[in-house]
């Protein structure tokens, strides 16, 4: 199972997001670094973490202004994997975000204007390069999406963008990030066993979660259900979530005391020694990388 840090980046500094409420982001106050500088966090973060995927939300972009793309450059010419959510509508803007570094494009049902133009989107940067973000607060969609889509189930919205050729989809709800509760505080059961069934019924979907994960409990819940991966912000920042609990951290059957995986299905997770899995190796994040080792740009 991937574990993906997340940076909020608004007005060119990173921000700490609580429950999806932008107008009062602070200032991100992370293990990694003192300062908010987000190239700077991104380079702490493989000197401390030797993470290989990084998930940024430019959250300028989301609000309508244009994408940072020379931030994006940066970023990705440190050798990171870079998801990036620049708030894409269409497909205008498209190769500009493939050619500044951006390695996985999120695209947002928050941001985007309907299936037409997501299908425009996978038809220019490919499947493989594009994540459909399924934008969520309480569990239903963040914005009204029964004129372009049809519905304002979940289930619904996901299967389409799935026969639209999406093969990777983030299950976020807004209004569990940055707040301490854990996704589907009920014991990971009815929320998100569509969403594993869904990837039953289609070979090579993944799937992933953000919002509110706070340790490996939750990790290992997801993990037993199928996660394909999860997006952490805070918990990584805060220290919740150090770099011995991710080295050390090998989910079993037994550890969660659940029975046998429904329907045969097999834990996403893979050995900690597993390159493949390279996300999960990290090294120091339980305390600060010394500052003069990082320079502020």
Do not use: Q
Not at 144 to 153: C, F, N, S, V
Not at 283 to 289: K, L, Q
């Amino acid at each position: 199972m991937r574990v993906i840090p997340v940076l909020d980046v608004l007005g060119g500094r990173a921000v700490r997001a609580v429950a999806g409420d932008r107008a009062h982001y602070g200032p991100l106050r992370s293990v990694l670094h003192p300062g908010t500088d987000p190239i700077t966090l991104a380079r702490a973060g493989l000197i401390a973490w030797g993470l290989r995927d990084l998930y940024l939300a430019d959250l300028d972009a989301i609000a309508g202004a244009p994408p940072d793309l020379g931030l994006y450059r940066a970023i990705g010419d440190l050798g990171l994997t870079l998801w990036v959510d620049a708030g894409v509508r269409d497909a205008a803007g498209v190769p500009g975000l493939l050619d500044s570094g951006v390695a996985r494009l999120v695209v947002g049902l928050e941001t985007v204007r309907g299936p037409g133009e997501l299908a425009e989107v996978v038809g220019w940067a490919g499947a493989d390069r594009v994540v459909f973000s399924l934008d969520l607060r309480d569990g239903r969609p963040i914005v009204d999406t029964r004129a372009a889509w049809g519905t304002d189930r979940p289930p619904e919205i996901a299967a389409r963008v799935v026969e639209l050729g999406i093969r990777r989809i983030i299950h976020l709800d807004l209004a569990r990030v940055g707040t301490g509760s854990s996704p589907d505080t009920s014991g990971m059961g009815k929320s998100f066993d569509w969403l594993a069934d869904l990837a039953l019924a289609n070979d090579g979907l993944e799937w992933l979660v953000g919002g509110g994960i706070v340790g490996l409990d939750d990790l290992a819940k997801l993990a037993r259900i199928g996660a394909w991966g999860a997006l952490i912000g805070s918990a990584l920042h805060d220290g919740r979530i150090g770099a011995e609990d991710l080295k050390t951290w090998k989910p079993r059957w037994a550890d969660l005391d659940r029975g046998d995986p429904p329907g045969g299905r097999s834990p996403a997770v893979g050995p900690v020694d597993d390159p493949d899995h390279a996300a999960l190796v990290v090294e120091v994040i339980d305390h600060r990388v010394d500052v003069g080792d990082v320079p502020e740009v």
